[in-house]
């Protein structure tokens, strides 16, 4: 088993920042490419950043390309969201997840976070 704990979420104005972190314990966590997926009320929840065992490979959504970085360190088995200018429209509650291998799928997460909330007011 692997425990995922998220923070740093938070409420901010449109046109600002927030860094997420993700801690992780329990199994292996170089093993495991992260991610990071969001739920917006009364939407599916979505893919938002991914990133490779090594770091050496990102990929992030349309909707946050630019704007938001995915990174890790596994030294400290954590994984981290840079999110700059953000959008009312990102306001969501944002999950860590791992998996073997990038996924866009959410029925290949093994695990997820329990979520923390960011709202992006105008």
């Known amino acids: 088993q692997m425990q995922l704990l998220e923070s740093g979420g938070g409420l901010v104005q449109a046109g600002g920042s927030l860094r997420l972190s993700c801690a992780a314990s329990?199994?292996?966590?170089?093993?495991?490419?992260m991610h990071w997926y969001r739920q917006a009320p009364g939407k599916e929840r979505e893919f938002v950043a991914a990133?490779?065992?090594?770091?050496?490979?990102?990929r992030h959504a349309d909707s946050v390309k630019g704007r938001f970085t995915i990174s890790r360190d596994n030294a400290k088995s954590s994984a981290y969201l840079q999110m700059n200018s953000l959008k009312p429209e990102d306001t969501a509650i944002y999950y860590c997840a791992a998996a073997y291998g990038i996924t866009l799928s959410i029925s290949d997460i093994t695990y997820w976070g329990q979520g923390t909330q960011v709202t992006v007011s105008s």
């Open positions: 329990g199994r292996s966590f170089s093993i495991y490419s």
């Open positions: 990133i490779r065992p090594t770091g050496s490979t990102t």
